[in-house]
Structure formats: structure tokens, C-alpha cells
């Protein structure tokens, strides 16, 4: 009996006691990497049984397919070899065009030559950290921070110490008196990082005055801040304020932003504008990561750019976010209790809720799985273990419908929360009259010192509490 021979068998995946013999392998920040919240989720996208309100994802469904057809049709035609080829490590000529024009919807000037094309707005986190850099080195963010910076941070071993934010964004005056206490430590701050924007997670715009006031900071201390700009143009309600690029005379800020928000994550295009000195370092960061972005994405947003008034396509998804938002803040005053509070963002995707303090939303997250919807847990946009009664909520990414019947799961295991919870203490509240959930919480003492690399604070703050307010 003859016969070909099968391919060679191989030994069962890895046990717990094959791992170990690689252990002396790994490099020491290995020790101190986390997982980012969101991309544990992101499979959950993929199954139509799962409301997810935890992705930051953009509807892409509202792309017209005859339009990217046209489009790659148009590519293929006209720079089909360039496409395919790689490029320059800064970017295409073609697509800073682009990012020029885009940046100036916003009333930014920026010259070609200042700016840099990423794999992505994530990897303008990546380059900054890793340009600049060291083991202990203390970054300063807000609390809570956008939960893809906190793998980030402690990829690198960073020592994160964060700010409290309140309804006005970051708050300059415990800044400044954090940095004060930084100074007299014998800490100085790499960089401060902010998202000023409709801000991921928080939902709050930071203040024209603290703006300036950040601006001045950053000016009179001689600190970089790395301002991440992904949502600027996601604008539903109020006045449009300048970016901190914009107020900024003395180069001291790093300006990022993306086209995931504003077209599309997949073509995993983003960019940043920095003081020549560090957009050097951090290109040849880049050529060391990748050595260039997607030629062809590159060549789709040009043809996309020049295909039309891109303008257009982006007050589309306003219209259709606006509506998202109006329902997941309607579902979320009829479904959550009263102890609960939300704020109420005038743009970008996420709301940012909080629960009673006794409900752990990392467990919530479990069981909410188990009815088929999903969100992010807030002890994510932390590195002290702070936010966990809190979760980060997400409004673009689905329909209307499903909104509304995600939040309506969510609120019956809520409820389920609370009721156990009063039948355990005797009591139906843990709340007498509400406070301002706006108003600045004291800080614990402590609070402002700087976390270690594996995320863990001697004696974290009281959580952020933001402003519970209807549509």
C-alpha cells in the first residue's frame, strides 16, 4: 500500500512550563506591558450577538462602496507601480497636501516640511514616547487618560502621573502644583500628554483659559506637550476653539491627528507636527518601526481629496453622530439610576458614565457579556487602579437601535447591582443629596506622586465624577 506521507506531526501548543524556559528571554519591560482594553474587545466587533459600545469605531458603513470602487479604480489606473512601492518615511508629498488642508479646517498653518505621516495617530504616541523616553522618565496626562496611551506609557516604562479633570477639561492649577512638587523631587516631565477635544474618554473640552493656560505652562517651564487631535472636526453643538498648535508662539508643541475619525481607520493614516529637532528624532523612529506607511493608502486619500469636497463626507457623519448621541443619552437618563452620572460631550464618540461607587464596572463588564454587549471599564484610562466605577461609552459605532437596546441590557444588570446592593446594607441609596459631579474632589494625599512602571500609585485619588446632563 503506497501512498503519500502526511506532514510531520507537531508537539501541542505551548504549556505554562514551555513558557518559562523563554522567561530569561524577555526583555524587562515585558514585566510592565498591559494589555489595551480596547483591543481585547475588538474581536466582540466581529459577532453580530454583540451590541459593542466599547470600540471607538467610526461608521465606516456610511462610505459609499460605489465611491472607495471608484476611487482604488482611480489609483489603480493612474500610480498603480507607485502604489505598490515603498516611499518616503515622512510621507508622500501628495498626502501632506492633504493633512495641510485638513489642518488648516481648523485654523492651523503648518508647512510641509514640519510634518511627519504616520501608520496611524497611535503611532505618534509610540514615536513620541519612544524618542523621548527613558525608564522612570514622568509623563503627565490627565485622569482619566484615552485608554490606547496607558499600554503605551507603560511599554516604556514610564513613571504616569495624572490630573484631574473636571467639566473644563484638565485642571492648569493642579498641574502647575503638580509640577511643583515634581521639581522639588527632582522630577522633570518628558512631556504632558492631552487629548483637549471632546476628549477620549472623559468627553469634556478643554477651556479657552486653560488653554492659554496650558500654553503658558508649557512656554515658561520649557515642557513639550503632545496634543492629540483625532476628533477636532467632530464638532455637534457650541464654538469651535483653537488648538493649542494655533496659541503656541514658542514650539513646545507636538501636534497629532489622524484620518481614522474623519474617513476611515483602515487606510491607518495619521500624522504629527513637531519642533524640527524632535520630528528628526522621531522619523528615525519610524524608519526603525516601519520604515514607511501604506504607499497605497496614501495614494487613497489623495485621490479621495481630490475626488471632491471631502468637507461634505464629514458633515454627514455629524449629522449621523449628533442623532447617535441625542439617543445613548436619552436611553442612559431612562435606564441608569439616579445615582448615576454622565457627561454630555458637544463632539467627538464617547460619553463617559459613572455608577454608584460600590458597582465594580471590571466585573459589569462580565456579566454584561453574558447578555451581548460590551463597553470599556474605566480602571482602563488609569494606571493606579482609580475609575472603577466608571466605563466609557461609545456612540458612532452602531445604530440608533441598538443603542437604545444596549443601554436597556446595561440598565437591567445595573439595576440588579443596586438592588442587591440595598438588600445587602438595608439602604436604597449610598447617595444623600448630589453634589455637583463637576465640582474639583479633593485629592488623596499622595495622589500626585508618580506611578510606577507596572501602573500602581501608593495611594490613588478619589475617582472622577463628571456631570450627569440629559440631551
Not at 340 to 358: K, S
Request: glycine residues 8%; charged residues 25%; negative net charge.
Amino acid at each position: 500500500m503506497t501512498g503519500r506521507a502526511g506532514p510531520p506531526s507537531r508537539r501541542p501548543r505551548s504549556t505554562a512550563r514551555d513558557i518559562e524556559r523563554y522567561g530569561a528571554l524577555f526583555a524587562e519591560r515585558t514585566k510592565v506591558m498591559k494589555s489595551s482594553a480596547m483591543r481585547d474587545l475588538m474581536a466582540l466587533t466581529e459577532r453580530d450577538d454583540v451590541i459593542s459600545l466599547a470600540g471607538g469605531l467610526p461608521d465606516t458603513s456610511t462610505f459609499p462602496a460605489d465611491s472607495y470602487a471608484s476611487l482604488m479604480s482611480t489609483v489603480a489606473a493612474g500610480s498603480c507601480a507607485r502604489a505598490l512601492q515603498y516611499g518616503p518615511t515622512e510621507g508622500l508629498t501628495l498626502v501632506k497636501r492633504c493633512i495641510v488642508e485638513v489642518m488648516a479646517a481648523e485654523d492651523m498653518e503648518v508647512d510641509e516640511d514640519e510634518l511627519l505621516v504616520t501608520t496611524g495617530g497611535q503611532q505618534v504616541i509610540d514615536l513620541v514616547c519612544k524618542t523621548l523616553l527613558d525608564p522612570g522618565d514622568v509623563v503627565v496626562c490627565e485622569a482619566p487618560t484615552y485608554p490606547g496611551a496607558v499600554p503605551t506609557f507603560s511599554c516604556y516604562q514610564a513613571n504616569v502621573v495624572q490630573i484631574t479633570m473636571d467639566r473644563d477639561g484638565m485642571r492648569t492649577d493642579e498641574l502647575e502644583s503638580t509640577l511643583d512638587d515634581l521639581e522639588r523631587a527632582g522630577h522633570r516631565p518628558k512631556f504632558i500628554y492631552t487629548v483637549p477635544n471632546f476628549h477620549n474618554p472623559a468627553g469634556v473640552t478643554l477651556s479657552l483659559e486653560r488653554r492659554h493656560e496650558l500654553v503658558r505652562i508649557a512656554s515658561e517651564r520649557e515642557l513639550l506637550v503632545l496634543e492629540d487631535n483625532p476628533y477636532g472636526l467632530l464638532r455637534y453643538e457650541g464654538t469651535p476653539l483653537p488648538t493649542l498648535r494655533s496659541l503656541d508662539n514658542d514650539d513646545f508643541i507636538i501636534y497629532a491627528s489622524t484620518f481614522s475619525k474623519i474617513l476611515s481607520p483602515g487606510v491607518r493614516l495619521g500624522w504629527t507636527a513637531a519642533p524640527a529637532p524632535v520630528l528628526a528624532k522621531m522619523n528615525l523612529g519610524k524608519q526603525a518601526s516601519d520604515l514607511c506607511s501604506s504607499s497605497i493608502s496614501q495614494y487613497f486619500v489623495s485621490a479621495y481629496f481630490d475626488s471632491g469636497p471631502w468637507e461634505d463626507y464629514v458633515r454627514s457623519l455629524i449629522d449621523i453622530y449628533r442623532r447617535r448621541r441625542d439617543v445613548l443619552l436619552d436611553a442612559l437618563a431612562e435606564h441608569f439610576p439616579r445615582e448615576a452620572e454622565w457627561t454630555h460631550p458637544e463632539g467627538g464618540l464617547f460619553i463617559w458614565a459613572t455608577l454608584p461607587d460600590y458597582i465594580d464596572t471590571t466585573d459589569l463588564l462580565a456579566r454584561a457579556l453574558q447578555e451581548h454587549v460590551a463597553f470599556v471599564p474605566g480602571r482602563a484610562a488609569y494606571v493606579d487602579g482609580r475609575g472603577g466605577s466608571s466605563m466609557r461609552l461609545n456612540f458612532s459605532g452602531v445604530g440608533v437601535d441598538d443603542i437604545r437596546e444596549g443601554l436597556r441590557r446595561l440598565g437591567e444588570i445595573v439595576r440588579e447591582q443596586v438592588e442587591l446592593y440595598g438588600t445587602l446594607t438595608g439602604t436604597t441609596s449610598r447617595s444623600g443629596a448630589r453634589r455637583d459631579p463637576m465640582a474639583p474632589l479633593p485629592a488623596a494625599p499622595g495622589a500626585n506622586a508618580p506611578a510606577t512602571s507596572s501602573g500602581a500609585a501608593k495611594e490613588p485619588a478619589n475617582v472622577l465624577q463628571l456631570r450627569r446632563k440629559r440631551a
